[in-house]
């Protein structure tokens, strides 16, 4: 039987951390992501797409800032749903146009998606991620005036370093679960909870209501995956494994762990908070909850990784 498997991509598979952002330097990273892509198709895996939407956002958000005098700024939840479709069309045409060149027809579409939060979730009391550009600290005294938004200091000196802060809530279920499921028996390749989808709460008359908050992308690509029931849960990013004292002399990249191995190190502190910790925690949610195994690996490492040869792989036992 194909295996199911969720692929949650990385900011590198979009954006090289050096670019500035123009399309046609995004079209050609989206274009090596999807020639690793098409590889998995052709082992015949089925596949889930999410994605980060990190440095798009941040970019969309000047531009609301910059161009204010001409026309009304997009709040962040609207900003999110652009970052979706920017993001899900140019996989949709890439993905399309290589599979044409290949003699197949293989349908792509995006899901731009909704993703549940408690409104009482921890950060919303004490917000934690930082987003979009940086602020003087007079800058950062007239959002707070005029917006209400919640400015932090972010670096410890220089001028330019205040920077706005919102929720980051836990995410607890895909809204669009139903419509995905749909698609992905229809055969389509689906591109869904991308940036971790719109937060939204549920209010008493049964409506949602989205917010002002971002969610973690790897942890939303979770409950993506076992909302679809994958088989696999793959996280693909700039290293080839997750290592313990990462960056030190003693580093020690990690091949085959074990749920309670990782949670033994997640505990220890080896994988940072707002990068490695996340995915490390994705990953052990996904095989509690039933997964066959979750992988941390590069983009370039895809294949190899799905049959066991390197990368970072939690399985139960
Ligand atoms: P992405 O944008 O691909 O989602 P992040 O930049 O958020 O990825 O996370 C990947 C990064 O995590 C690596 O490039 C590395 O700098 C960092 N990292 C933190 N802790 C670890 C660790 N223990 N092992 C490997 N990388 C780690
Ligand atoms: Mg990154």
Not at 62 to 70: A, G, P
Request: aromatic share 6%; with cysteine; net charge neutral.
């Amino acid at each position: 039987m194909n295996k199911l498997v969720v692929i949650a991509l990385g900011g590198n598979a979009i954006k090289q951390a050096h670019e500035c952002g123009t399309s046609d330097e995004q079209f050609v990273n989206v274009e090596t992501t999807c020639h690793e892509l098409i590889k998995m198709n052709r082992l015949g895996y089925k596949i889930v797409i999410t994605h980060g939407n990190g440095p798009q956002a941040g970019n969309l958000l000047i531009q609301q800032e910059e161009s204010k005098k001409l026309l009304p700024p997009q709040p962040l939840n609207i900003v999110g749903a652009m970052t979706q479709g920017q993001i899900g069309f140019m996989f949709q045409n890439t993905l399309r146009n290589f599979f044409h060149l290949a003699g197949k027809e293989v349908p792509v579409v995006t899901v731009v998606t909704q993703v549940l939060v408690d409104e009482n979730d921890p950060d919303f009391a004490d917000p934690s991620k930082p987003i979009g550009p940086f602020y003087t600290e007079q800058e950062a005294r007239v959002l707070r005036e005029q917006k209400n938004y919640l400015i932090k200091k972010v670096k410890p000196n220089g001028t330019k370093i205040w920077r706005r802060v919102v929720p980051s809530p836990e995410p607890q279920m895909i809204v669009e679960a139903g419509s995905i499921k749909s698609l992905l028996e229809a055969r389509n390749i689906v591109i869904a909870a991308g940036g971790g989808g719109v937060p939204v709460r549920l209010i008493s008359d049964g409506t949602y209501q989205s917010l002002e908050a971002v969610i973690d992308k790897d942890k939303a690509g979770n409950i993506l995956a076992q909302a679809v029931n994958a088989d696999i849960f793959l996280i693909l990013t700039d290293v080839e494994k997750a290592s313990l004292n990462w960056g030190l002399e003693n580093e020690k990249p990690l091949d085959k762990i074990t749920v309670e191995q990782a949670e033994k190190y997640l505990a220890e502190g080896h994988f940072l908070k707002g990068s490695m910790g996340p995915k490390m925690t994705a990953a052990i949610r996904f095989v509690k909850a039933g997964g066959e195994k979750a992988v941390i690996t590069s983009l370039s490492r895809a294949t190899d990784a799905l049959a066991g040869n390197t990368g970072t792989i939690i399985t139960r036992d």
